[in-house]
């Protein structure tokens, strides 16, 4: 069975930095491209970084571009996003998701970030 | 950038019905539209890939039609299991979501 448990998420002030993980097991994660998504509340959701299987492709959007970094590690299933300068338009509930080609299959069910004072 | 406009944004229907929710591109996207179910507390599930492919262990009453700008998600006959909100997704130029549908039973 596909898991994905994100992890790492919680308070933090506004320019300050925090970074997240998935645990990422029941496939063979090297094998798979894998994204962050998120959701502010009561919107809609947002994408918000891929890579590729080997890291050798890696994407933002522009509304992180420059501030957020996405990595894995495939020797220990993990995928990571380190999120810096964080703004409030950044508290979100933040999903991490395998891609099934280009689009997610499996998603994981969220860990909530939220930047205030 | 692409928007996906997605309709109803609320629905209410009874146990057996059929029912539809519409995602309609801002651009063509061929047939990279994928429909997801979000039960509440849960992880978004796939439901249909690249338009109308129905993923492995999804029941047969959910189908998906639709190519170009024009998309559709049906259920064939609602069941109670079924209450979720809804969202298309389409994938042909990055990534954007529909703002997604919630569905009760009446």
């Known amino acids: 069975e596909v898991q994905l448990v994100e992890s790492g998420g919680g308070l933090v002030q506004p320019g300050r930095s925090l970074k997240l993980s998935c645990l990422a097991s029941?496939?063979?994660?090297?094998?798979?491209?894998m994204n962050w998504i998120r959701q502010a509340p009561g919107k809609g959701l947002e994408w918000v970084a891929s890579?590729?299987?080997?890291?050798?492709?890696?994407y933002y959007a522009d509304t992180v571009k420059g501030r957020f970094t996405i990595s894995r590690d495939n020797a220990k299933n993990t995928l990571y996003l380190q999120m810096t300068s964080l703004r409030s338009e950044d508290t979100a509930l933040y999903y991490c998701?395998?891609?099934?080609?280009?689009?997610?299959?499996?998603w994981g069910q969220g860990v909530m970030v939220t930047v205030s004072s | 950038d692409i928007q996906m406009t997605q309709s109803p944004s609320f629905l209410s229907a009874s146990v057996g019905d059929r029912v539809t929710i519409n995602c309609k591109a801002s651009?063509?996207?061929?047939?990279?539209l994928n429909w997801y179910q979000q039960k509440l507390g849960e992880a978004p599930k796939l439901l249909i890939y690249n338009a109308n492919s129905l993923q492995t262990g999804i029941p047969s009453r959910f189908s998906g039609s639709g190519s170009g700008t024009d998309f559709t998600l049906t259920i064939s006959s609602l069941q109670p299991e079924d209450v979720a909100t809804y969202f298309c997704?389409?994938?042909?130029?990055?990534?954007?979501f529909g703002s997604g549908t919630k569905l009760e039973i009446k």
């Open positions: 029941g496939f063979t994660f090297s094998n798979y491209g």
């Open positions: 651009q063509n996207i061929n047939r990279y």
């Open positions: 997704l389409q994938h042909n130029s990055w990534l954007t």
């Open positions: 890579i590729s299987s080997s890291s050798s492709y890696i």
């Open positions: 998701a395998r891609s099934r080609t280009v689009a997610p299959d499996y």
